[in-house]
C-alpha cells in the first residue's frame, strides 16, 4: 500500500512538472521505476497506458483554458501516434540487458537537455507564418519514437522544436504538445499490448500513476501560467541526469573511483545549472520590471511633454512684423502657424526618451 502511494505521488509530481514545463512527465515517471528496478518495456508500457488518462484529462484543462492549437495538434499527432507505435515495437523485441542501458541513455541525453536549456534566460520571439505539415510531420514520427523506446520523450523533443519556430505562443505550444500526446500515449500502449502482451503492463503501477496524473492535470494547466520553469526544468533535469547515470555505470561494470569522480562531476554540473538557471530567472524579471516601470510613466511623460511643446509655442513664437519683436501667437496650435525651430525639435527627444529608456532595460 505504501509503494502505491508513494508512485500516486510520483504521478502527481511529474503531472504537475509536465504541466508546467510541457515535457518531463514520461521522463519523471520512467526514471523513477527503473530505479525502482522494474524491466524497460514494461516501465515504458506501464507509463504510456497511464498517460492516455492523464493526457486526456490534461487536454480537456488545456482546451477550457485556451492553450490548444487544433490544427497544430491534427498535423503533429498522427505522426507521432506511427513513431509510437514502432518504438514500443522495437523495445519490446530486445532483451532487457540491452533495452536497459539504451532507455538510460535516451533519458540521460534529454535530462542533460533540460539541464543546458533551462541555465540560460527563455526567450520566445514571435515569427510570421503558420507551422506547415513538412515541419510537424517529421517531428512528430521522431518525437513519438522517442518517447516510446525511452518511456519519455514526447515533450522534451516536440516542445523546444515548436518554441524556437516562434510561430506559437508558450502556452498553447505546451497546451498543443500535452494534448496530442493522449494519441501518442494510446498508439504506443497498442504497440507494447501487441509485443508484450497484458503482463507487459504492471497494472497497480499504471492506476498509482493515474490517479495522481489526474488528480494533478487540472492544477498544471493552471499552473503553466505562473510557475518559473526556468528554475524547475534545471532541478528536474539534474534528477533525470543522477539517476540514469547510475544505470549506465551498471552497464559499463565501472568500479573503483570512477562512479563516485563521474557523479562529483555530474553533481557539479546541475549546480553550475542551478545557479545560471536562477540568475537568468533574476536578470529577467528585473529587464522585466524596468520595462513595465518606464512604460507606466510614459503616458505622463508624453502629458508633459505635449504641455512642454505647447507653452512654448504660444511663449517663444514671434510675429516678424510686429514693433517689440515679441508679440505671442495666440493661436500657435494651429497646424498652418510655423513654430520656431527649437520648439520643433523638442518634440522628438521627449518622445524618443521613452524608448531609449525601454531599450537599456532589456539589454541590461
Sequence with gaps: MRKLL????????AQLVDGALGMAYGLTSSTLLLFAGVAPAAASASVHLAEIGTTLAAGVAHWRFGNVDWKVVARIALPGALGAFAGATFLSSISTESAAPWMA????????YLLVRFSRPLRAARAAGRLRSRFLAPLGL?????????????GPVATPALLVSGRMEPRKVIGSVDTSEFVVAGAASLGFLIGLGSDGFLLPTVAALLVGGLIAAPIAAWLVRIVPAQVLGAVIGGVIVLTNARTLLRAGDLGGPVPGLVYAVLGAGWLAAMVLAVRALRRVRRARATVEVALAATPADAAVSDAAVSDAAVSDAVVPGSAEGTAPIVEAADPAVEVAPGVAAAAPAVEAEPSRRLAAAVEG
Excluded at 508513494?6 to 509530481?13: E, F, P, S
Excluded at 541513455?105 to 542533460?112: D, E, N, Q, V
Design 142 to 154: 521522431v518525437a513519438g519514437f522517442v518517447d516510446a523506446t525511452g518511456g519519455g520523450g514526447w
Design 6 to 13: 508513494v508512485l500516486a505521488l510520483v504521478g502527481l509530481a
Design 105 to 112: 541513455a535516451i533519458l540521460f541525453t534529454l535530462g542533460a
